[in-house]
């Protein structure tokens, strides 16, 4: 998948979380259903970390492009100490480590130490971060055609904004885990879940995706999971634009006002 398909679909998928915990009788505060959309959107781009031609490798200039050349080349030394002779040969690292349930959770419990142990400076940059990536998929023609600086200035502006919100009593700094000192550790799921769906939307492009590393499946340690080959598209094709791009917008919009407990 292209960038803006996987950033909606990370958002719709925690708007789906946020619908299936006020079904549950247990409703996120708004500003966690909308800083955990924002997060998991930026999420969904990361784990083509890998991939110097992907947004992410420009979100962040000349810092993220070294990042993405670094995670290749990580990944890749990763795939030849561990995969068997039926794995296929590779000249690079794409779709292999940041392409696997494990890295995603590694990532989602990275951010989530970081968080309650770095105070609200580590809180700030996971926004960040998180939040420029999201501008640059579900904004990417806007962002195009925007200097990188203006994208960074309103990352950093909303990041501080919602920060402040969510600081607020009763608005979600410690949602879902209430002990003190555990304010702002579930800022790790959104991100677990961004990479996770990620890969799934991986999964149904032609290639597939070795979400299930390093779990040996049919003698390969990085088996490409995917659907039946005839019920795969190519990356950009119109089954993206055309089909899941408008699903994930219908979806996450029912998904959030189920949410809001607007329907």
């Not at 492009?65 to 000249?91: G, N, Q």
């Not at 149904?204 to 979400?211: A, D, E, F, K, R």
Request: aromatic letters at 8%.
């Amino acid at each position: 998948m292209m960038g803006p398909a996987h950033s909606l679909s990370g958002a719709a998928a925690w708007l789906g979380v946020g619908a299936a915990t006020a079904a549950a009788g247990h409703p996120m505060p708004w500003p966690v259903l909308v800083v955990g959309a924002l997060i998991c959107a930026g999420a969904a781009l990361a784990p083509d970390l890998d991939h110097k031609s992907a947004t992410i490798s420009r979100a962040f200039g000349p810092v993220s492009k070294t990042l993405c050349e670094i995670v290749d080349k990580l990944s890749y030394a990763v795939y030849k100490a561990t995969k068997t002779r039926a794995d296929a040969r590779r000249s690079g690292g794409h779709r292999t480590l940041t392409h696997t349930w494990v890295w995603a959770v590694l990532c989602g419990a990275g951010a989530s130490a970081l968080a309650i142990t770095g105070g609200r400076w580590a809180v700030l940059g996971i926004l960040f971060v998180h939040l420029v990536l999201a501008v640059e998929g579900l904004l990417w023609r806007a962002a195009r055609m925007s200097s990188d600086v203006l994208v960074w200035l309103l990352g950093a502006t909303s990041a501080w904004i919602l920060a402040g919100v969510l600081d607020k009593p009763g608005n979600g700094a410690d949602w879902l885990f209430t002990a003190p000192g555990q304010e702002y550790l579930w800022l790790g799921l959104p991100i677990v879940l961004g990479a996770l769906v990620h890969d799934i939307g991986d999964a149904l492009t032609v290639s597939g995706c070795p979400v299930l590393w390093p779990i040996p499946v049919a003698g390969k340690r990085w088996y490409p999971v995917g659907p039946p080959k005839g019920m795969r598209f190519r990356a950009g094709s119109w089954v993206e634009l055309k089909v899941l791009m408008p699903a994930f917008m219908l979806l996450g919009g029912v998904g959030g006002a189920a949410a809001l407990n607007l329907i």
